[in-house]
């Protein structure tokens, strides 16, 4: 069974760092792309950075540009994310997905579309406070 486990969520002051991690389990071959999601209660799931397999490419959405960086662990099979400069928007419920249907192989950039991937956590919470 394909499991996605994400960790390090928190609460932090607005200017501060926090570190994601995801683990992933249950698969035998590498997602052809990883990517983490949040969520706000009412609001659909935002993408906002996403990384091919082997990590050479990235894909990051705007309001997360220059802040966040996403990297794979492959030999542990961790995906991760590290937020800096945190802002108070960037409070919410933050997902790690993966593509193992291989819907993403082809295209250019690992996508931040929610589509595109098969496989999901279930969310750690970060709050970031003014």
């Known amino acids: 069974e394909v499991q996605l486990v994400e960790s390090g969520g928190g609460s932090v002051q607005a200017g501060g760092s926090l570190r994601l991690s995801c683990e992933g389990s249950?698969?035998?071959?590498?997602?052809?792309?990883m990517a983490w999601f949040r969520q706000v209660p009412g609001k659909g799931r935002e993408g906002i950075a996403a990384t091919v397999a082997n990590g050479r490419r990235t894909n990051y959405a705007e309001p997360v540009k220059g802040r966040f960086t996403i990297s794979k662990e492959n030999n542990k099979n961790f995906l991760i994310l590290e937020m800096k400069s945190l802002k108070p928007e960037d409070t919410a419920m933050y997902y790690c997905?993966?593509?193992?249907?291989?819907?993403?192989?082809?295209?250019?950039?690992?996508?931040?579309?929610?589509?595109?991937?098969?496989?999901w956590g279930q969310g750690t919470q970060v709050t970031v406070s003014s």
């Open positions: 997905a993966a593509d193992l249907s291989g819907r993403s192989f082809y295209l250019e950039d690992p996508p931040l579309q929610s589509d595109f991937y098969n496989y």
């Open positions: 249950g698969y035998t071959a590498n997602p052809y792309s």
